[in-house]
């Protein structure tokens, strides 16, 4: 994570703040933010819903309620905050003050080649819920994943250890399980 405060470049540079939608309105803040050409993402997932016709049907839906990260300078996003009313800044404390949650870019590049594979066997994760101490970082080579890097844990309720994806302190996503010939330590 990086903060909007101590580095002055980011007033220019094009950054990804990671955001809220509150009541599940991610989907209408990301259509609100397209029509004004900012670059937003939405991480969805594939869910069994049931309809009103009383079947069952695969629908991609927000893997991760209320969050929307959103790719463009700080001084366009404020703007767009006047006009797209149920947009939030994620932030996090720092002497007193509330500072916008900032994910590098290298880090939400993986993260949405991970999402976008909407493998089913992706599991997601809050920050509380996955120790990254206790792994070891590594990286995917070939297959699906290929050149994804995390780290690779045991994760509760999952029988096998899988690679760890992260957004610092926001959430994480174990990728499907990766035979031991495709993962390389970093």
Do not use: H
């Amino acid at each position: 994570m990086e903060e909007v405060g101590k580095n002055r470049t980011n007033e220019k540079k094009r950054v990804w703040f990671a955001m809220s939608a509150p009541y599940s309105k991610e989907l209408e803040a990301q259509q609100l933010l397209e029509k004004e050409d900012i670059e937003s993402f939405v991480p969805l997932c594939y869910k069994i819903v049931k309809r009103r016709d009383g079947k069952k049907a695969r629908v991609l839906k927000p893997a991760i309620p209320n969050y929307i990260f959103v790719r463009t300078t700080r001084a366009v996003i404020q703007e767009a905050k006047n006009r797209v009313l149920i947009l939030q800044y994620l932030t996090r404390r720092e002497n007193g003050k509330n500072i916008p949650i900032i994910v590098p870019d290298n880090q939400m590049e993986q993260f949405i080649r991970v999402i976008n594979t909407y493998n089913e066997n992706l599991v997601f994760l809050k920050p509380e819920e996955v120790n990254l101490k206790k792994g070891t970082p590594v990286r995917i080579v070939g297959g699906a994943f290929d050149g994804i890097e995390g780290i690779f844990i045991k994760v509760k309720g999952i029988r096998n250890r899988r690679v760890v994806v992260q957004i610092a302190g926001i959430t994480a996503v174990a990728i499907a399980e990766v035979t031991q010939d495709l993962i390389e330590v970093l």
